[in-house]
C-alpha cells in the first residue's frame, strides 16, 4: 500500500519568515494531493491541494509544489503569522482512500 | 463541500464498556470513513463504510473491536468495544466530497476524544 513520509515533524519559526514542510510517498498512481490543518481540539481542514497534472499551485501565502518523477510534494508557507501555528499533515489520495503523513506541527513565534 | 457533525465530542469511559459515535453528514455520501488518530500522531483508517453493504477494514482492525452501522446516505455509527486504556484516542469521521469518481478533499467531524480508565 502507499506510503508517506513527512519531514519535519516539528517546526518553529519567527514570525513573518518562510516555512516549508516537505511530503514523499511510494504510489506512482496516486493523483490527488492534499495539505490539511488541524488546530487544537478540530478534525483537519483542506488548506491547499493539488493535482498529477499540475506542478505548482498557490493561494495567497500558500503554495504547494509536486515532483511526479520523484514523488515528493512540498508546502510552502511564506509571511508565517501566529494563527499559523497547528498541525499539518500532507495526503494523498487514490480511488477514494486517503494515506496521511505523521504531521508536522508547526509553532510561529510573535 | 460537507458538513459532518460527531458526537459525542469527549467521552471518559471505564476499561470493558463500550462506547458508541454517531456522525452525521448534511447531504447524501456513498462512503463515510472512520479514523482513530492517537496522541500526536498521524491519522489511522479504521474502516470504510458503504450503506447497503459491510464495512471494510484496514489491517490491524476488526469488526468484533469496532462494529460499525450505516444505516442510510447520510449516518453511521462506529462502537468501540471492551475498551481498554490502549483505546484512548481521537476518532474521526470523514466524507470525501466531489463525485464522478475524482478524488476530492476529505471532509472531517470535529473528533471524538475518548480516554479510557
Known amino acids: 500500500g502507499e506510503n508517506v513520509e513527512q519531514h519535519p515533524s516539528t517546526l518553529s519559526v519567527q514570525e513573518g519568515d518562510s516555512a516549508v514542510i516537505k511530503c514523499t510517498y511510494s504510489d506512482s498512481a496516486s493523483n490527488y494531493f492534499p495539505w490539511y490543518k488541524q488546530e487544537l481540539g478540530k478534525g483537519p481542514q483542506l488548506i491547499i491541494d493539488i493535482r498529477s497534472n499540475v506542478g505548482e499551485k498557490k493561494d495567497q501565502r500558500i503554495a504547494v509544489t509536486l515532483n511526479k518523477t520523484a514523488k515528493h510534494f512540498s508546502l510552502h508557507i511564506t509571511e508565517t503569522q501566529p494563527e499559523d501555528s497547528a498541525v499539518y499533515f500532507c495526503?494523498?489520495?487514490?480511488?477514494?482512500?486517503?494515506?496521511f503523513g505523521d504531521g508536522t506541527t508547526l509553532t510561529v513565534k510573535p | 463541500s460537507a458538513v459532518i457533525s460527531q458526537k459525542p465530542s469527549r467521552d471518559i469511559c471505564q476499561r470493558g464498556t463500550s462506547l458508541t459515535i454517531q456522525c452525521q453528514v448534511d447531504s447524501q455520501v456513498t462512503m463515510m470513513f472512520w479514523y482513530r488518530q492517537q496522541p500526536g500522531q498521524s491519522l489511522t483508517l479504521i474502516a470504510t463504510?458503504?450503506?447497503?453493504?459491510?464495512?471494510?477494514?484496514e489491517s490491524g482492525f476488526v469488526i468484533d473491536k469496532f462494529p460499525i452501522s450505516r444505516p442510510n446516505l447520510t449516518f453511521s455509527t462506529l462502537t468501540v468495544s471492551n475498551m481498554s486504556p490502549e483505546d484512548s484516542s481521537i476518532y474521526l469521521c470523514?466524507?470525501?466530497?466531489?463525485?464522478?469518481?475524482?478524488?476530492?478533499?476529505?471532509?472531517f467531524g470535529q473528533g471524538t476524544r475518548l480516554t479510557v480508565v
Open positions: 463504510a458503504n450503506q447497503g453493504s459491510e464495512a471494510t477494514y
Open positions: 470523514s466524507v470525501h466530497g466531489g463525485t464522478g469518481g475524482k478524488d476530492t478533499e476529505a471532509f
Open positions: 495526503a494523498t489520495a487514490d480511488a477514494g482512500k486517503s494515506t
